[in-house]
């Protein structure tokens, strides 16, 4: 699983994206479809987990023929990951496309019930603002909202919301402008070079997300310095 190469390299925190099968079990997946990672016609929320699971999903077209007999996790597994991590915060993305398909509250629900072990340590997030408002309804200790665009209708319904994280591309943000203070932590994502980390840190962003996780914790300006 790419989560324990991350935490491998040092991450104390990690992103996914869950769907769900069409027997209601969650699985990891960005994609409701499965042509980009598999070359598969078929999309997960119209399949059984069993016939999920025998789908290899190694991106061949992008990574060529590196690896082999990788199938979809399930979100079960980032439970267990998390079990032999034990300072590990995952957020865990709930798509678009399972809350069309198959309704907020049954999606939200499963996913809750199966990440109930975890405690605080999984922050439930989602672009869709229903979501993450019923997860909050339905007992998550903390949740984050991704934004689509940057706005003033959209700033207005965080200040609603008051979610405890904002996860945005910071290529959305106006040049000109500033983060939206709040009782909210920033997350700012599409980050995978260390210079630019820095700069959107003293912008005032709490977190970035990177795909470079290596690259990132190579450079001694992102580790903090420990004093005695």
Not at 198 to 221: N, P, Q, W, Y
Request: glycine share 6%.
């Amino acid at each position: 699983m790419s989560l324990e190469q991350a935490l491998s390299a040092g991450a104390c925190m990690v992103e996914c994206d869950v769907q769900l099968t069409k027997d209601g079990i969650p699985v990891l997946s960005h994609d409701a479809d499965l042509w980009r990672t598999a070359r598969v016609e078929k999309y997960v929320l119209d399949m059984t987990l069993d016939e999920v699971l025998q789908v290899e999903v190694n991106e061949d077209e992008r990574l060529g023929h590196r690896f082999s007999g990788i199938a979809i996790p399930l979100l079960g597994e980032l439970v267990d990951l998390l079990g032999e991590h034990p300072g590990v915060t995952a957020f865990v993305e709930v798509k678009r496309a399972s809350l069309t398909r198959f309704g907020t509250e049954p999606v939200v629900d499963r996913v809750l019930e199966v990440l109930a072990a975890t405690g605080n340590r999984c922050v439930i997030i989602s672009f869709d603002r229903a979501a993450v408002e019923y997860a909050r309804a339905a007992g998550a200790q903390e949740i984050g909202w991704v934004l689509e665009e940057w706005n003033a209708d959209r700033r207005a319904e965080a200040e609603a919301l008051k979610p405890d994280y904002i996860f945005c591309d910071y290529r959305c943000i106006p040049d000109d402008s500033e983060l939206w203070p709040g009782p909210w932590r920033w997350a700012l994502y599409e980050v995978i070079e260390p210079g630019l980390a820095l700069m959107l840190a003293a912008f005032g962003a709490h977190f970035v997300a990177t795909m470079a996780i290596k690259e990132m914790l190579s450079d001694r300006r992102l580790i903090p310095s420990r004093r005695s």
